[in-house]
């Protein structure tokens, strides 16, 4: 299927659509902080709120609410744009609060004409100062959300611990997947060596997994900067960190066994069987232990997984193109160090 | 199934008529129990499941690494011509499993004897130990065949296995702690299970991968 050049540079095409696409388009407006983020019952609270890539001093028409469900919400009584991403807004937080909870939480939603709606989930803690007070559900309803505006154009979501960061995902996450496919193929030739004896096939498996072992150690590097700018560290005692390095040492025990000086055939044959029971081996650590254990990467312990709003339409568009352009390249990779692996027993027989 | 019962007295045989290897094994974690007795002097709990898996793990790899070593290799060609490799591995496994369990039954009797046995849940305890030594012996055992080799001796033997009992260990630590109360687990059992999955996984790989090793 893969014949030819032109998947090469197919691979390298995409590969340079994914870094130029996924590095400069910018992110959707979102709200970074709100200060003071707490508030008691029937204050008049003045918010200073602090924009990301706003345009708060061009909109004409700004609206803000603080949502307490879908049916509750409260206007804005003025708002005051001090600068693109910067805004100030006054708030008059009813008497009375709904049953049950000592604090709740506020969600602020700003909505103007160039930015389009946008929400900071749990933005104002509101502590209730008098308890006698019946929740009185219409207090609450004068502010009606309705037509916010819709922002048109390719921009990738707004996450508020993730910010920029989120176009990691077509690197970070994109590695794994493409090293998989990669350790498929590995696993693929390694069948096929152990069946037809070929040396070329034991060169393709052992060039594959190099790779794949390349892009592992890749995958575990733009995590720990990811998980850095995130959760705070480098490493974390996170059940899927833990799990990767174990199956990468799985993957350097490989190189080991493949660096000691056997006969050509005996080293191939156990380098096959030693991949393909590796791989096997791989499968409870990647995909069964994980999912067993809370984990804070998205997917594990009540997290969203890939799809929901983490990964939308705009992220689709470079994340999946990202996974097939780093397979191609690993691809490309695998054959040029098949050739010189080739190239260096040619010469090595000749030699002799 | 005959021919399995035979593999498996041929393994014993050999192994008593080599004492010194039994009994050096034995006297190794014999030893290594009564060090660490000397210098915690008292163990916490949570110390004295690590320690026991530890020193299970590096004894059953020292037991482990001769397998398909001891013998001289004309004696294996002999094998070759003799038995089928299916049902060789099997023998071999049934074999190492039951030295292994042994092995940590030792191990236990001199830890409970110098340290104390804190074990609350003995039927999970023995249950699930019983699953991870047959796994670590799947896996010990095939890598051992991989790892024969005149110049590499033990080292490639422990570098190779070690990441891939990991997961295995992991599994019996857990199990071990939820066995001792120092954790409590609702669903425990779904890693029990998963310890069996992994061993059955390995043992179904083993299976497959071992005749086209064995040819060489």
């Known amino acids: ?352 | 199934m005959n021919r399995i019962k035979e593999i498996f007295l041929k393994e014993l045989r050999v192994e008593f008529r080599q004492k010194y290897t039994l009994g050096g094994i034995f006297l190794f974690s014999a030893t290594v129990v009564f060090l660490i007795y000397k210098v915690f002097n008292t163990v916490t709990e949570l110390e004295w499941s690590i320690l026991l898996w530890i020193i299970t793990m590096f004894s059953a790899l020292n037991a482990i690494v001769k397998s398909f070593s001891q013998e001289k290799k004309g004696t294996y060609l002999y094998y070759y011509s003799l038995f089928d490799p299916i049902e060789l591995i099997i023998g071999k496994l049934i074999y190492n499993t039951l030295f292994i369990f042994l092995l940590f039954a030792a191990i236990l009797l001199f830890m409970s004897l110098f340290l104390g046995f804190p074990v609350k849940d003995t039927e999970l305890f023995f249950g699930a130990s019983f699953l991870g030594i047959f796994g670590l012996s799947t896996i010990l055992t095939f890598i051992s065949l991989i790892s024969t080799s005149d110049q590499t001796g033990s080292t490639l033997m422990s570098v190779l296995s070690i990441p891939l009992i990991l997961p295995i260990m992991l599994l019996l630590l857990k199990t071990t702690a939820v066995s001792l109360r120092l954790i409590t687990d609702t669903s425990i059992d779904q890693d029990v299970l998963l310890l069996a999955a992994i061993d059955a996984i390995m043992l179904g790989t083993v299976i497959i991968l071992f005749p086209s090793l064995w040819r060489s």
């Open chain 1, 1 to 352: 299927m893969l014949k030819g050049w032109w998947w090469k540079f197919g691979g390298a095409f995409i590969f340079l659509y994914v870094l130029i696409g996924g590095m400069t388009i910018p992110l959707r407006p979102g709200i970074t902080s709100v200060q003071p983020s707490n508030a008691k019952t029937g204050e008049n609270i003045l918010l200073d709120i602090t924009g990301y890539n706003t345009h708060f001093d061009q909109a004409k028409n700004i609206r803000a609410w603080l949502k307490l469900d879908s049916t509750h919400a409260i206007n804005a009584l003025k708002t005051n744009a001090e600068g693109p991403n910067h805004l100030q807004m006054e708030f008059q937080i009813p008497e009375t609060a709904p049953d049950g909870n000592e604090v709740y939480p506020l969600h602020l939603i700003i909505d103007n004409e160039i930015d389009g709606a946008f929400i900071l989930p749990n933005a104002v803690f509101v502590s209730r100062s008098t308890d006698s007070l019946m929740f009185n559900p219409n207090e609450w309803t004068n502010g009606k959300m309705d037509k916010f505006h819709n922002y048109t154009g390719i921009q990738f979501p707004y996450r508020n611990i993730l910010n920029e960061t989120i176009r990691n995902t077509f690197f970070h996450v994109a590695l794994w997947f493409a090293m998989f496919i990669l350790l498929l193929y590995g696993v693929y030739y390694s069948i096929r060596y152990l069946r037809s004896g070929n040396f070329d096939n034991d060169r393709l498996a052992s060039s594959y997994t190099i790779v794949a072992i390349l892009y592992g150690s890749l995958g575990i590097l733009t995590g720990s900067v990811w998980a850095k700018f995130t959760w705070n560290t480098f490493w974390t005692n996170d059940v899927k960190l833990n799990m990767t390095a174990i199956a990468l040492l799985i993957y350097f025990a490989y190189l080991i066994l493949r660096g000691i000086q056997y006969d050509q055939d005996k080293r191939a044959r156990l380098a096959a069987i030693y991949n393909i029971f590796a791989f096997i081996a791989l499968i409870p650590l990647v995909f069964v232990i994980p999912r067993l254990q809370d984990s804070l990467h998205p997917g594990n312990g009540g997290n969203p997984a890939l799809g929901g709003e983490d990964l939308d339409n705009t992220l689709r568009m470079f994340f999946y193109p990202s996974i097939i352009a780093l397979f191609l390249i690993g691809k490309w990779m695998a054959e040029i160090l098949t050739r010189y692996e080739r190239l260096k027993d040619q010469y090595f027989i000749k030699s002799k």
